[in-house]
């Protein structure tokens, strides 16, 4: 099983697909969410349909069956969790489904101030700033792909959508708050894929926000 996936249980692969970044166990009690499904609710309060859709999409795996010829296809696309010794997948499912109700029966509002636990929740929290460090800034780009962060820089500007431009604009101010020490700044920036370092002579946090004023001079002059 892999990567996400737009298929029947989109939802539900994107919530497995937390646990993989704490060790593709679950880890969830009766009593309590574990690590993984604290962090997907954490970012499902920011919109609780997605909460909900993984519960009709759990409702309908286990209605069918997990071994089910009818949705073998689609359950080879989830990415793989194992269950702790002596519970199934079912079992497992059945824990994350009764804490996703609990929650829905009173979704609490999103806590700005609290930072991601998880590389998942990092990458979910920041999907515009984690493809754009991501894609232009990984390691030995500015040797393989182009010669110079600004070369990078106007890559960027002119092959994305002005709305994703946008978000990751708007992203970078959260990012930079969440993040009030220079170690943190670079450990979470590395989490979304940054590898090559600034300019020389430029700190991340100079780096970063020269970067937001860049695109949003960019979209006033480029609408």
Partial sequence: MTALSDDR????????????????????????????????LRTAARTPDRAAAAVREIDDLLEVGLFSDEIAGDVDLLPHIEPPRGASVEDCLRVVRHHL???????????????PQTSWEWRERFPALAHFLGAYFYQD???????????????????????????????????????????????????????????????????????????????????
Avoid: C, K
């Fill in 9 to 40: 249980f989109h939802e539900l692969s994107r919530l497995l697909s937390a646990y993989e970044s704490t060790g593709e166990v679950f880890d969830d009690t009766l009593e309590a969410p574990g690590r993984a499904l604290n962090s997907y």
């Fill in 101 to 115: 109700s609990r929650y829905l029966t009173a979704p609490p509002a999103p806590d700005p101030t609290i930072r």
């Fill in 141 to 223: 780009s500015l040797e393989i792909e182009y010669h110079s962060h600004a070369e990078a820089m106007d890559d960027y500007l002119t092959g994305e959508l002005n709305e994703d431009l946008e978000q990751a604009a708007s992203e970078a101010t959260e990012f930079l708050t969440l993040n009030p020490s220079e170690d943190e700044l670079g450990e979470a920036a590395s989490v979304l894929g940054l590898r090559e370092p600034p300019p020389d002579g430029i700190s991340l946090r100079r780096w970063l926000t020269d970067i937001q004023g860049i695109i949003r001079h960019h979209l006033r002059t480029h609408p």
